[in-house]
Nanobody, 124 residues
């Protein structure tokens, strides 16, 4: 069984930065894929970024390319999302997700494990 716990959300002004972390409990492997998704009020949960546990195969949604960076820390068993140049439209609950897979999914239904989410609010 895999458990995911997000942390690092909060309130920040536009142009600021936040770093989200997802602590992974349970077995990980080279074919373990991790993703970050977000859901704003009244909207569908959307893909943000994803990475293979080995560090290869990184993907970003076009809206966050150049501003967000996904990374993993094997020693701490965490996947991080560094968010810079934040905009009010980045406001959402951010979720960490995981799946044992030979590819890195970007679609929400593909993921098997989810965290409880952490709120990110960007003020204008």
């Amino acid at each position: 069984q895999v458990q995911l716990v997000e942390s690092g959300g909060g309130l920040v002004q536009a142009g600021g930065s936040l770093r989200l972390s997802c602590k992974v409990s349970g077995r990980t492997a080279s074919n373990f894929a991790m993703g970050w998704f977000r859901q704003a009020p009244g909207k569908e949960r959307e893909f943000v970024a994803a990475i293979r546990w080995s560090g290869e195969d990184i993907y970003y949604h076009d809206s966050v390319k150049g501003r967000f960076t996904i990374s993993r820390d094997n020693a701490k068993n965490t996947v991080n999302l560094q968010m810079n140049s934040l905009k009010p439209e980045d406001t959402a609950v951010y979720y960490c997700a995981a799946k044992y897979s030979d590819y890195v999914p970007v679609l929400r239904p593909a993921y098997d494990y989810w965290g409880q989410g952490t709120q990110v609010t960007v003020s204008s």
